[in-house]
């Protein structure tokens, strides 16, 4: 759920789907979820989850935190998993969006393909966890990094015995 109310989020999924010409149908298929849910996600009669987020982000062409009015401080939870948009810096050419992410040890996070060109970047804080994307995977512990083509489907695990706590940036080109 997002700590923005879910009506001023799904106001901003509406407008982005009629900006761009997509039904309700359509927006619905391309994100793989139910026509049902996303009207009531837009209609501010359900909160989203970061999955539906990110599945409705997708399609959409658009950067996560767009969906949150890239507003700092915007928190974003499922189960086991929270992140908190740090910061937005936008040009002409690129959407860089910094996240703090806290992931409970064992829980892995999943994401779909973003758009094409979308590189994510991830600095473990404390803890560790192992990132997959494509036939690849990387081993990270606190203060390692890793960098990764995000128009892929990419997960990260935390690993063993304590949370993970890192610093994700997504780049997102124009």
Known sequence: MSSE?????????RALRTERGLSLSALA????????????????????T????YAVAGPLGVPLAMLVDFRDGAVVADEGFETVLLHTERTSTT???V?????????TRSSP????????????LAGSCRVEYGEQSVDLGTGDHASWPA????????????DLRAVNVIM???
């Not at 970061?50 to 987020?53: A, F, I, N, S």
């Not at 996240?99 to 829980?107: E, H, I, M, S, Y």
């Not at 973003?114 to 970047?121: L, S, Y």
């Not at 128009?151 to 304590?162: E, F, I, L």
């Open 5 to 13: 109310p879910g009506a001023a989020v799904g106001a901003r999924i």
């Open 113 to 124: 393909a973003h758009q094409a060109g979308v590189v994510e970047q991830l600095v473990v």
């Open 95 to 97: 959407t860089s969006e």
């Open 151 to 162: 128009d892929v489907p990419h997960r990260y695990t935390a690993g063993g015995h304590a």
């Open 99 to 107: 996240w703090l992410l806290r992931v409970d040890a064992g829980v």
């Open 172 to 174: 997102t080109p124009v």
């Open 29 to 48: 298929a391309a994100a793989g979820i139910g026509k049902g849910s996303l009207s009531e996600l837009e209609s501010g009669q359900r909160n989203p």
């Open 50 to 53: 970061l999955d539906t987020l």
